[in-house]
């Protein structure tokens, strides 16, 4: 095990998992990308169903190591809430012990998505006497979401947030929110990371025949799934020929939606259910165009992974991308404006629309890059 000084911890609330290999997939990603310049140790704890008692597994990738905690979900409801967090805060508490009993000395501390992990974050931080860092994915402040109500999440941010050296945002608009609920500190944009060995340019894939993609976790509140929908059978209807790939969701989502377009009557359209970053990366290669039609965002990595593949983007003006997406990477409308989103994916499938693939390679490669990313939180761990 590491006993180097530098190494940084990371303490997540989200992280994938053997259970769910996508959850938090781009906190692993930044890990992999500092682990490029210093040591890294992640630590997450999560419940199952099916685990019997607490058990951690540690395994490692170059200068990564992950700790994953499972334990026992919690089945009493009345007192569920108590149960859940003894639990929780059990299964951090022997995390820590593991650290110690390792001896691994830590430089400083990644708190990656605030709440519930911050519940735990004094353990850590009285232990090893490290400043900690804030890497905030959770759309919870936006108005859109609006879920900042609780005041037990709103107590613990306030802690986490006031004492952190420096809070990486992934939204302009999500910044923005952070301050109107009073959480001011020393923010700073944090890309998202894109694996380009994987999300890459494959002309070669290329489907002939027009191939639209969609990847989400198919909840409605957020991507609008229905919307997509709607919007590819007007599509349909106008004379458009194409296939539609919808990559993701639970399944009693997929379930729910493929009765959605059969009541559409929607041709040539397929759901995958989940899938692996390399088949997501496949399918991307193969694919004309992303639609992500969503009522909000952050930074989503799936449209950073599709400008890395060189695939024009049809999205809503949400999170970060009016601030990423040109008329050279793809086409933004307004939030459910489906009318705009047919008549711009119109004029596409009919060849009336150029991008400029090179542009947006290029612009992953400066941005969002597993160097560039990594660099950046190396160079303020260093500087710790």
């Known amino acids: 095990m590491s006993q180097d000084k530098q190494t940084i911890l990371f303490l997540a609330s989200w992280y994938p998992t053997p259970q769910n290999k996508n959850h938090g997939i781009f906190i692993k990603n930044h890990a992999l990308a500092l682990s490029n310049f210093m040591p890294v140790i992640v630590v997450y704890a999560y419940s199952t169903n099916d685990a019997e008692d607490f058990k951690i597994t540690?395994?490692?990738?170059?200068?990564?190591?992950?700790?994953?905690?499972?334990?026992?979900?919690?089945?009493?409801?009345?007192?569920?809430?108590?149960?859940?967090?003894?639990?929780?805060?059990?299964?951090?508490?022997?995390?820590?012990?593991?650290?110690?009993?390792?001896?691994?000395?830590?430089?400083?501390?990644?708190?990656?998505?605030?709440?519930p992990a911050a519940l735990t974050l004094p353990l850590f931080k009285d232990h090893f006497?490290?400043?900690?860092?804030?890497?905030?994915?959770?759309?919870?402040?936006?108005?859109?979401?609006?879920?900042?109500?609780?005041?037990?999440?709103?107590?613990?941010?306030?802690?986490?947030?006031?004492?952190?050296?420096?809070?990486?945002?992934?939204?302009?608009?999500?910044?923005?929110?952070?301050?109107?609920h009073g959480l001011k500190g020393n923010y700073e944009l944090l890309y998202n990371v894109v694996d380009t060995n994987l999300f890459k340019e494959n002309k070669s894939v290329k489907s002939q025949k027009p191939l639209l993609l969609h990847v989400s976790s198919l909840v409605e509140r957020e991507k609008n799934i229905s919307g997509t929908l709607r919007v590819s059978k007007k599509l349909q209807a106008a004379g458009n020929d194409f296939d539609l790939v919808i990559i993701g969701g639970e399944e009693e989502l997929?379930?729910?939606?493929?009765?959605e377009a059969t009541q559409l009557q929607l041709k040539n359209i397929t759901f995958t259910g989940k899938k692996?970053?390399?088949?997501?990366?496949?399918?991307?290669?193969?694919?004309?165009?992303?639609?992500?039609?969503?009522?909000?965002?952050?930074?989503?990595v799936v449209v950073l992974e599709a400008l890395a593949t060189g695939l024009p983007v049809f999205a809503t003006k949400v999170g970060q991308l009016p601030n990423m997406i040109t008329n050279e990477f793809g086409k933004l409308v307004a939030?459910?404006?489906?009318?705009?989103?047919?008549?711009?994916?119109?004029?596409?499938?009919?060849?009336?629309?150029?991008?400029?693939?090179?542009?947006m390679i290029e612009f992953i490669s400066q941005n969002a890059s597993q160097e560039i990313v990594g660099k950046k939180l190396a160079g303020l761990y260093l500087g710790i």
């Open 58 to 115: 540690k395994t490692k990738q170059g200068n990564l190591e992950e700790w994953l905690l499972e334990y026992p979900k919690s089945s009493t409801p009345l007192i569920s809430f108590f149960i859940k967090y003894l639990r929780f805060k059990k299964a951090h508490k022997l995390l820590l012990k593991e650290l110690i009993k390792e001896n691994i000395q830590v430089k400083a501390i990644q708190l990656n998505v605030i709440f």
């Open 129 to 180: 006497k490290a400043p900690h860092t804030i890497v905030e994915h959770w759309s919870g402040y936006l108005p859109e979401d609006d879920n900042y109500k609780s005041g037990i999440v709103k107590n613990v941010t306030k802690k986490a947030v006031a004492s952190a050296a420096k809070i990486f945002y992934v939204s302009e608009k999500q910044k923005q929110a952070m301050l109107s």
């Open 254 to 259: 997929v379930s729910y939606y493929k009765k």
């Open 276 to 300: 692996t970053q390399a088949e997501i990366a496949i399918y991307m290669q193969q694919a004309q165009a992303l639609i992500l039609f969503s009522n909000y965002e952050g930074m989503p």
């Open 335 to 359: 939030v459910k404006d489906e009318a705009t989103l047919e008549k711009e994916l119109d004029l596409f499938l009919k060849g009336n629309t150029k991008f400029d693939s090179q542009k």
